[in-house]
């Protein structure tokens, strides 16, 4: 994978994890005590798997590409 690429799927990583996280907020205000506690678990084990499995590889691969999201997400508040 060449580090464009690997740039894209950070991005999609990064952006897949947020989206469940913040679907935590939705669900927290409008669903059951036990709704939030079982997607809140169901989302740490997949947000989990998309650092172990997705991010971490990259990032071991194209360690610079850590410190550009950071500074994104550092910069605008979230990684566009």
């Known amino acids: 994978m060449d580090k464009t690429l690997a740039r894209f799927a950070l991005w ?3 952006n897949a994890a947020d989206r469940f ?3 935590l907020q939705t669900v927290k205000q409008h669903g059951s005590a ?3 506690e079982s997607l809140s678990k169901a989302i740490a084990k997949v ?3 998309i650092a172990n499995e997705i991010i971490a590889p ?3 691969k194209f360690p610079d ?3 550009e999201m950071d500074a994104t997400i550092a910069k605008y508040g979230y990684l566009i």
Do not use: F, M, S
Request: no cysteine; aromatic share 12%; net charge neutral.
């Open 34 to 36: 036990e709704d939030y």
């Open 65 to 67: 590409l850590k410190a």
């Open 58 to 60: 990259l990032v071991a």
């Open 21 to 23: 996280t913040g679907l």
């Open 47 to 49: 947000n989990g798997r």
């Open 12 to 14: 999609n990583a990064y």
